[in-house]
């Protein structure tokens, strides 16, 4: 199997189901911005301190292949792997069915920070991956 | 039929309903919470300035009664009434399907005004509901 | 601490969180039913096979008391308690802040069993009950 | 201004806003499916109906560029052209601030459809179109 640098087990609510019996689109959206939050608390920050002091980052696009419906019942593995590409950090976002680790979704996610409302060159995500790449 | 001071009419979106072929229960009380927000804005306030002035509404209980499941295809009218009792606004918070106005839900809401994190006697929601008495 | 027969752990989700900075009202509604289906798991029955089957839970009431509103970066903790009080199945749902065991939010939740559209006597439920006082 | 064969014109609701006080992404995905749903029915389908019968609309993939945050108290438009590329519908979906037609997400979706479970090569989607160039 592929390597990832993050991986979150998640499992599916039923209120994410819709009337099809699958998990509706937008919620592979929501897995993927859940497991980027987690993987920033994994290197000892918050989404919401970030925010207190100034610091948004902002989600420029989202890309989404949807490979297999997950169902109610499932569980899934949120992978991700990241790098940055000029001001940008682009996150490689893989999303497994967990009994089978069939491929359910394929995304890409580019993110841009924000200090004070103005577009910064990304020189906190620079410091975030050297944490990372030191582990 | 009953009368209401603020009527808002929604249309059910798919991803609103779960794999029974319903609207799933727990986007009543968002339809609820909508409704009130619309209702603070026809009273010239609006629920982020309020924020951002220190000043937030929070929602201490609510109490629903579902009684017709909405579908896919749907469109409801969200109807309150409001009244003060104590340092509380209690909102009465009916929804009726819109093609033949069958009741669909039937809420009670109740909700306190802290300033700056400490609760409030509720003086703003007096002025609130003197220019409700007006109109 | 009072004396729970199922509970389930929860990380608050970003996106669960409104513009207060806390989870909105609507999301303990749905950690409830998750720990509901959750629960109904752990019996060996799953909610959409039940559906498939023609057998369809249907909530009646919520009624959420809100004490402490969870943040972003808290885990909170989901317990049930239930009782069959005539046709229905009540369940007592009670959400505290993990990290200190502070109590969030205080539901209860009255369901009713349709099969094939009609509402049961919750025969069904009557067994699911037998093999919690088993256990 | 561009030219869409349909558009729909919604109301921000707080609880699609998140802690930075905007509109968090997935909601711009779920903007998206319901403009598709209600283009839908404005061709006469239901998607609901359609399950029902057999027949499954799957979204392939979902890109979307975000570019001015809407927010609390923001109206949007939301907008649709089509096309189809060999078996797929191929949805452009622009989304703009109503206020000033200030473009706020511009997105791309592919659906395929599914009869009985077995992918289509989308005749119906063909029956789709060409309502809409008699029209």
């Known amino acids: 199997m592929k390597e990832y640098i993050f991986k ?4 599916v609510r039923d209120y994410e189901c819709d009337l099809q019996g ?3 689109n937008s ?4 897995y993927m911005e859940h497991t980027r ?20 980052g902002f ?26 590409q000029g001001v940008k950090l682009v996150f490689e976002q893989d999303i497994y069915r967990a009994a089978d680790m069939v491929l ?13 409302g103005k577009l910064t ?3 906190y995500y620079d410091k975030l991956l050297e944490k990372i790449n030191k582990t």
């Open 22 to 24: 699958v998990v509706n």
């Open 121 to 123: 060159r990304g020189e």
């Open 104 to 116: 359910a979704a394929k995304g890409k996610v580019e993110s841009v920070l924000m200090k004070d």
């Open 27 to 30: 919620n592979y959206q929501r």
């Open 59 to 84: 989600v420029s696009s989202v890309s989404i292949q949807f490979k297999t419906s997950l169902r109610s019942g499932d569980s899934l593995v949120s992978c991700i792997n990241v790098a940055k």
């Open 8 to 11: 979150l087990t998640l499992k």
């Open 37 to 56: 939050h987690e993987f920033l608390e994994s290197l000892g920050e918050n989404f919401r301190k970030m925010h207190e002091e100034g610091l948004d």
